[in-house]
C-alpha cells in the first residue's frame, strides 16, 4: 500500500531560526515529490516539485532533498519568519496512466513560528 | 499559471439539506480536474477527478456527487449532508502527474 509518512506531527521554533521536516515515502513506482505549503484556511500552494533524478531544489528559503533509494525528503526552511506558520504536506506521485494521478498526500507538519 | 475559483467560501447547512460547491479554472484548457475533503488535523483525501467533460470518477463511496458541465467547471452535490459531511473541502486543477493546483477552499460546517 502506497503510504507518505511526515514527521515531525507539529512543531514550535523561534523566529529566525532554521528547521528541517521530514517525508518518508513506500509510493511505487516513484514520479515526483512535492512540498506543498498550506496556510490555514487556504488552499495549499506547491513549494517544490522532485523527479526521480533530482536530489536537491530550492525556491527562496525553501531547500527541498530527495534520497530516492532511502524514499526519504526532506523540506528545510532557513531564517524561519512569522509567514512560514503553516502546516506543510509532502505529496508523492506515482507513475500511473489514469487520470487520478497516483497521489499520495502526507497528513502534514503544523509549522508555527514565535516572535 | 493556472487559477482556481471556489465558491462559497463558507457554509453553514443542516442535516438532510442539499450542497452545491462550484469550481472554476483560469489559465489553462481541458485540466484533469479534482475534488478534495480534508477534516480536521488529518490530510486530504481524494473525492472525484474528472479528465473530461461529463467524465467522473469516484474515489470512495460516499453521498455526495461530482458533476462538470464544462471543461473548466466541476460541481460537488449532495441531495442531503450528514454530519460526517463537514470539512474543507478543495479544488485542483492539473495536467498530468507532474503539477497540481489547489483552489482556496470552502469550509462546510454541517450542524
Known amino acids: 500500500k502506497n503510504q507518505v509518512e511526515q514527521s515531525p506531527q507539529s512543531l514550535i521554533i523561534l523566529e529566525g531560526k532554521n528547521c528541517t521536516l521530514q517525508c518518508n515515502y513506500t509510493v511505487s513506482p516513484f514520479s515526483n515529490l512535492r512540498w506543498y505549503k498550506q496556510d490555514t484556511g487556504r488552499g495549499p500552494v506547491s513549494l517544490t516539485i522532485m523527479t526521480f533524478s533530482e536530489n536537491t531544489k530550492s525556491n527562496g528559503r525553501y531547500t527541498a532533498t530527495l534520497d530516492a533509494d532511502t524514499k526519504q525528503s526532506s523540506l528545510h526552511i532557513t531564517a524561519s519568519q512569522l509567514s512560514d506558520s503553516a502546516s506543510y504536506i509532502c505529496?508523492?506521485?506515482?507513475?500511473?496512466?489514469?487520470?487520478?494521478?497516483?497521489?499520495?498526500f502526507g497528513k502534514g507538519t503544523h509549522l508555527i513560528i514565535q516572535p | 499559471s493556472q487559477t482556481i475559483h471556489q465558491w462559497p467560501a463558507t457554509l453553514v447547512q443542516p442535516v438532510g439539506s442539499p450542497l452545491s460547491l462550484e469550481c472554476t479554472v483560469e489559465g489553462t484548457s481541458n485540466p484533469n480536474l479534482y475534488w478534495y475533503r480534508q477534516a480536521a488535523g488529518r490530510g486530504l483525501q481524494l473525492l472525484f477527478y474528472?479528465?473530461?467533460?461529463?467524465?467522473i470518477s469516484s474515489e470512495v463511496p460516499q453521498n455526495l456527487s461530482a458533476s462538470r458541465p464544462q471543461d473548466r467547471q466541476f460541481i460537488l452535490s449532495s441531495k442531503k449532508l450528514l454530519l460526517s459531511d463537514s470539512g474543507f473541502y478543495l479544488c485542483?486543477?492539473?495536467?498530468?502527474?507532474?503539477?497540481?493546483?489547489f483552489g482556496p477552499g470552502t469550509r462546510l460546517t454541517v450542524t
Open positions: 474528472s479528465v473530461g467533460i461529463g467524465q
Open positions: 485542483a486543477s492539473g495536467q498530468g502527474s507532474y503539477e497540481q493546483y
Open positions: 505529496v508523492v506521485s506515482a507513475r500511473s496512466g489514469g487520470g487520478a494521478d497516483g497521489l499520495t
